[in-house]
């Protein structure tokens, strides 16, 4: 590839950057950018264990018959396993909102890349006509 663009003129050189290399290199670390926060956020490891107890925390009953004690260990498991489902969607929330912030900043430098020779243009047009 290097050697077919040190044939073309610098026009084209640019253009080629401009428009088909850097919007490349932009769209490979937007994906990264996204592939980073699903990991960070751990949201499809919090979906999978999205009804295990919270911290691992489970309560056992012991030897023995007592309801009372069956009955403790069930609700206690039970609140563990809320809580843990509470604070999961919270973390899975704050993690796809990042994601849409993300998705959202990408979509504004990736337009921005596109649009910044022609607000070149428009600049130099402008300083002209001020100068003039």
């Known amino acids: 590839m290097i050697e077919v663009v040190k044939k073309q003129n610098m026009f084209s050189q640019w253009v080629f950057w401009q428009f088909f290399e850097m919007p490349g290199n932009i ?10 926060n699903l990991n960070y956020f751990s949201v499809l490891l919090l979906l999978k264990t999205f009804f295990s107890p919270w911290r691992r925390y489970k309560w056992f009953h012991g030897k023995g018959f007592d309801v009372k ?3 403790e260990a069930f609700f206690s498991n039970l609140i563990s396993r809320i809580l843990g489902a509470i604070l999961r969607s919270f973390l899975i929330f704050i993690g796809l909102l990042a994601e849409i912030f993300i998705i959202f900043a990408g979509v504004i430098v990736l337009l921005g890349w596109l649009v910044l020779p022609i607000l070149l243009i428009f600049g130099i047009y402008h300083g002209f006509r001020i100068l003039l």
């Open 69 to 71: 004690r069956y009955l």
């Open 27 to 36: 769209l490979k670390a937007w994906r990264n950018f996204l592939l980073f």
